[in-house]
């Protein structure tokens, strides 16, 4: 069966007479909605795949540049901006568009995703990089379902398998701290970490109690707290620490933001860093330069981290072979003032 209509291009009827399906079924399963079975959806995607065939919205030019969405919950932090900076810098290079949105941290309806999910592939977009909570995987079927690529940086949750992301070497750096400060003699150490389902900070949590263990220090769970990776969180965790009958004498914090808050707690409470208590952060970005002691990090490369999710993005749409789904840049521990040996 010919899969050209009188005006030279396949539509809906065409694809619905190839695959036995009503018409109202393919239009369910062009606009990304869930009431298909599988095996309907899948011959159907099949066959608009084999036909070409391109939605009436269509609306971008064959010679026009690639376009990216960008989705961040907020570009407010230093992580933020500094991830952004080098998704920029890429796409300069690259010749790309770049298309930027936030959520401010509200989670997305299905409805939402699918509009914007059909809307980028009308548009004949790219892809879409995501750097916010707000989309989970489940809410990613919506592109997957459309074959528009997502590449997901440093994601608080493990994405599907078939999900590109990019992050970093987290257990390695969340060892490295704590390496340090055990080098430095402390015993008594500290992790204020971030959401504790959180895949990232599980395994900055992970590296830390890999190096206590590995000094034969016992772990003392009344040292770890998790909160959210901001600076009221170092302000109250650092607060219930020196609650404890045995406070610690340093402190790991998830980010540089946790570490922050501890920074102001100590200065508020006349404890002096660090010369009474040593303190790691994570992220090093320009908060760890810019503190009062400049702050002991571990750098995760977050300029290139943006630049390797827009070069992966534009391999997948390109149809090209990925050699991994997880993308990881190594971290690095930049030592400054705020870690000393213990009084």
């Known amino acids: 069966m ?17 695959t036995g399906v009503s018409a109202p079924t393919v239009s369910k399963v062009v606009n990304g909605r869930e009431d298909v079975a599988p095996e309907t959806r899948s011959k159907v995607l099949a066959a608009l795949t084999e036909s070409g ?6 609306k971008r030019a064959a010679d026009a540049p690639d376009v990216v969405e960008v989705v961040f919950d907020s570009v407010n932090s230093n992580y933020s901006s500094t991830v952004l900076s080098g998704i ?34 009308d548009e004949q977009r790219a892809g879409m990089i995501v750097v916010t909570s707000a989309f989970s995987d489940t809410h990613l079927d919506a592109f997957r379902r459309r074959r528009i690529p997502v590449v997901v940086i440093d994601p608080l949750n493990p994405p599907a398998a078939d999900v590109v992301s990019v992050g ?36 900055r949590l992970h590296g830390y109690m890999s190096a206590l263990m590995s000094r034969g220090v016992a772990f003392a769970p009344e040292l770890v707290i998790h909160g959210k990776f901001r600076a009221e969180h170092g302000i109250e965790g ?31 409470r006349g404890i002096h860093v660090p010369e009474e208590l040593s303190l790691v952060g994570f992220d090093g970005t320009v908060l760890a ?8 990090s571990v750098t995760q490369p977050l300029h290139d981290m943006g630049r390797t999710a827009l070069r992966t993005l534009l391999r997948e749409a390109r149809g090209e072979q990925l050699d991994s789904h997880r993308v990881e840049l190594a971290t690095q521990l930049v030592v400054r003032e705020s870690t000393a040996r213990p009084a």
């Open 88 to 121: 920029l810098a890429g796409a300069a290079a690259m010749g790309v568009e770049i298309v930027l949105t936030t959520t401010e941290g509200s989670p997305a309806s299905g409805t939402e995703l699918a509009t914007r999910a059909q809307r980028m592939q």
């Open 238 to 268: 650092l607060a219930a620490l020196l609650a404890l009958p045995e406070p610690p004498t340093a402190v790991f914090a998830g980010n540089d933001g946790i570490a922050v808050g501890v920074l102001r707690e100590a200065r508020r």
């Open 289 to 296: 330069e810019d503190s009062v002691p400049a702050l002991t």
């Open 53 to 58: 065939y391109q939605s009436p919205g269509h």
């Open 2 to 18: 010919s899969l050209t209509s009188s005006r030279g291009k396949p539509t809906l009827a065409d694809i619905a007479r190839l």
């Open 168 to 203: 970093a070497t987290n257990w390695a750096g969340g060892r490295a701290a704590a390496d340090h400060l055990l080098d430095l003699g402390h015993r008594r150490i500290a992790y204020l970490g971030g959401p504790e389902s959180a895949e990232c900070n599980q395994a």
